[in-house]
């Protein structure tokens, strides 16, 4: 059974940094991409970031380009994001989820770990 | 990068059908036949409903369709039921390894 288990949010400054991770099981890690997506409280969905099964390619939004970078330890079976430069509109619930080929949909997704940005 | 446009919310009676659109643009709904769909309750993870415009995962009710004519793609539930009220998300592809969604549309089950 697939599993994905998200961890390491909380409440973090503005300007501060944070590292949430994404423990999964269930399948061979390294043979799919990964994505974080993340959810502002009573909001839609945005996707943020997505990773090649090797950790070779990496891809952003916009919105967390230079400040946001994803990455995956295929030897732990463990994904994450490291976020810096937080600001308050970062505040959301952060999804990891295993996506289908670089441009495939997300066929998996964990229950999320919230991410609170403020003074 | 901006999101797809969906109708906020809409509404059916059990046993009825209903159509959500989601509009893009030429780079992203209209370039790539990946556009899918996510179903969320609340206080629950996103579930993917149909993948690359038309397909249906396994388990997922045959009363789940998808389309796509030009930058619109659309999401048709028949036969109503009132499990089905929930959010409904579309995603398309857009490029060089990125994504975008939809708003979002809220369905009611009257």
């Known amino acids: 059974e697939v599993q994905l288990l998200e961890s390491g949010g909380g409440l973090v400054q503005p300007g501060g940094s944070l590292r949430l991770s994404c423990a999964a099981s269930?399948?061979?890690?390294?043979?799919?991409?990964m994505s974080w997506v993340r959810q502002a409280p009573g909001k839609g969905l945005e996707w943020v970031s997505a990773i090649s099964g090797s950790g070779s390619d990496t891809f952003y939004a916009d919105s967390v380009k230079g400040r946001f970078t994803i990455s995956r330890d295929n030897s732990k079976n463990t994904l994450y994001l490291q976020m810096n430069s937080l600001r308050a509109e970062d505040t959301a619930g952060y999804y990891c989820?295993?996506?289908?080929?670089?441009?495939?949909?997300?066929?998996?997704w964990g229950q999320g770990t919230l991410v609170t940005v403020s003074s | 990068q901006s999101a797809l446009t969906q109708p906020a919310s809409v509404s059916g009676s059990p046993g009825q059908s209903i159509t959500i659109s989601c509009t893009g643009t030429s780079s992203d709904v209209g370039s790539y036949n990946l556009v899918s769909w996510y179903q969320q309750h609340p206080g629950k993870a996103p579930k993917v409903m149909i993948y690359e415009v038309t397909k249906r995962p396994s388990g997922v009710s045959s009363r789940f369709s998808g389309s796509k004519s030009g930058n619109t793609a659309s999401l048709t539930i028949s036969g109503l039921q009132a499990e089905d009220e929930a959010d409904y998300y579309c995603c398309s592809y857009a490029g060089s390894g990125t994504r975008v969604f939809g708003g979002g549309t809220r369905l009611t089950v009257l």
């Open positions: 269930g399948f061979t890690f390294s043979d799919y991409g």
């Open positions: 989820a295993r996506i289908i080929a670089v441009a495939g949909h997300f066929d998996y």
